[in-house]
């Protein structure tokens, strides 16, 4: 190594990687559990993107008990030659080179034969340590460490051990292995979460056709789990994978992949009974639940083709009855999956596909793809259920027209009558005030003494509010918990909604941590889901905490959240203590309510997200739909009512 040459080199990369030290969540958004798993994602792209070019198709992630991560590909291996700009070998550089000018999201990479190695030195800067190993005939090696200098004060980051070293040991594998344990003093937590990774890694499988990965976590023997996800059939078996368990109006998803204007396109659809819309969007395989250009040109060419079939075949008989787009996709689950270059991403958080090009292409090859499929006898019966469908669903949304109206409704007596049951807060700012849905009259009579009246909105729920999944919207507003919640909210519901209208910036759902509780929680966030999905996506919805436990002495009381911190509680008011084990909301008196669950400057309360649409989906279809054993299996896999799903993040506010 010609030392001056790689030392001035050394300290230019090294205050690029230090940059990422200072302001991580410029680079990877933010230092929480999102964080964390940013800086796995970022090399398991990498691994993916080998494979999507055709040179790998085995991807192993495994999970370390000293809290690293490692990942494997059997590709060509990161180049071990010297990089003739840099001096050094590729492997240094794709772990100290900074790429895309350090703006969060490193994603907009070329589709095919483009950079590699994006984003993996910002996983460095950002680890303890991190090793790798190429496999190309024989064992290359290279390490790179965080450590403390003491004479500048501050830590270096992601510095090279040793130059990439040549073990010379023969191997017959090629590939890839990267290893590494995430700085604990950068992120608020260090332990990755094996639901969030492995549905992930399940979503890049079904979106790479054939690709096989592996996850294994030998964190705790006691819990070892070892999984591999590999679908031949892509995202036509994704398609199915979603619509497990509902009644499916034809057995095989539609299917199509070709290429327009240098964009990969590829789709999978398939409607079943039910009165939803699924239709989940990738660019290359970053998840867009924004939509954006992709996604409407799939639903303008879906549109299109079936209307053209539809008039074609003469399916309407009645006057005054026409199509619109949400006729033909009422019950449909789609997946449009596309891969380009020079991706620009929008919208509020960055989910969006904003290529004006995009929409031409998508609409354009999915319209020649149906319109042919439409034209193949074997198809007919196919394209004869989506017609029926359509059919059912534009004549409900005649006959829903009057119901909505009820509901967009804000004065008249019936509003009138169900605001009623609000205790509202007299502040009229909107941002500042927070609506409690709380589940029973007792546990409501409390909310309302104990609350914050100037801030504070308690809506107590009588009866269980209906479960919105498998209803058209004129069942699911006969209900009167739903309308209550609809007029108390302001904003409207479906096509109506206006998030500008929302009376309340924080809605939190109050109920009791059992059984019960759980599922008045469900049914509530189902209705969210399907009706006022943006309340959600904008972060308004939480789940307020109630104690399970009061641990107390003369003169000291604590309360405990979970089983876990039972313990701390009792060590923290010592001997003699009392136990109470709360067995619902209603056990608490006023003051005790607002202690424990309502003073903002207290209680802990667990933002609900929908980070993965396509999982949040599925999981509302089983919690809430009729295949009584895909919810059994969920829920004695998540057995803890009080304890958080993936799709809840924890906040104090
Ligand atoms: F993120 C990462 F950089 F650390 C990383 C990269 C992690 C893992 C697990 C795998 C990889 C990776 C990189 N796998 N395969 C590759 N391939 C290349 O970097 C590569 C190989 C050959 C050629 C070539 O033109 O011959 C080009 C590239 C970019």
Known sequence: MPSKDYNSQDIKILEGLEAVRVRPGMYIGSTGVRGLHHILWEIVDNAVDEAANGFADKIEVVLYKDGSVSVEDNGRGIPTDIHKEAGVSGVQVVFTQLHAGGKFNNDNYSFSGGLHGVGASVTNALSEWLTVEVYKKTVFKMEFHSYYDKTRKKTISGEPVAPLKDTKQKTDKHGTLVRFKPDKTVFETVEFNLETISKRLRELAFLNKGLSIKLVDLRDESKFYNKTFKYDGGIVDYVLYLNEGKTKLYDLPVYAKTERDGILIEFAMQHTDSYTEGIFSFVNNIPTPEGGTHEVGFKSAVTRVLNDFAKNNNYIKEKDLSFMGEDFREGLTAIISIKMKNVEFEGQTKTKLGNPEAKNAVEGAVCSELDALTKNKKYKQIFDAMMKKALGAAKARNAA??????????????????????????????????????????????????????????????????????????????????????????????????????????????????????????????????????????????????????????????????????????????????????????????????????????????????????????????????????????ISEHADFNKEDSFMEKVNL
Request: proline share 3%; with cysteine; glycine share 8%.
């Open 401 to 634: 027209r009057h119901a909505k109206e009820i509901a967009r409704a804000k004065s008249g007596a019936d509003a009138a009558r169900l605001i009623g049951k609000l205790a509202s807060c007299s502040s009229k700012k909107a941002e500042l005030n927070e609506v409690f849905i709380v589940e029973g009259d007792s546990a409501g009579g409390s909310a309302k003494q104990g609350r914050d009246r100037q801030h504070q909105a308690i809506l107590p729920l009588r009866g269980k509010p209906l479960n919105a999944e498998k209803k058209r919207i004129e069942e699911v507003l006969k209900n009167e918990e739903i309308r209550t919640i609809i007029s108390a909210l302001g904003t409207g519901i479906g096509s109506d909604f206006n998030i500008k209208n929302l009376n309340y910036h924080k809605v939190i759902i109050l109920s009791d941590a059992d059984q019960d509780g759980a599922h008045i929680r469900a049914i509530l966030l189902t209705f969210f889901f399907r009706y006022m999905k943006e309340l959600i996506q904008e972060g308004h919805v939480y789940i307020g905490m109630p104690p399970l436990y009061k641990v107390y002495k003369k003169d000291v009381t604590v309360y405990a959240y979970d089983d876990s911190e039972l313990q701390k509680a009792i060590d923290q008011v010592g001997r003699g203590y009392q136990l109470q084990r709360y067995k619902g909301l209603g056990e608490m008196n006023p003051e005790q309510l607002w202690d424990t669950t309502m003073d903002p400057a207290k209680r802990v309360l667990m933002q609900v997200t929908i980070d993965d649409a396509a999982e949040a989906e599925k999981l509302i279809t089983t919690l809430m739909g009729d295949d009584i054993e895909g919810r059994k299996t969920y």
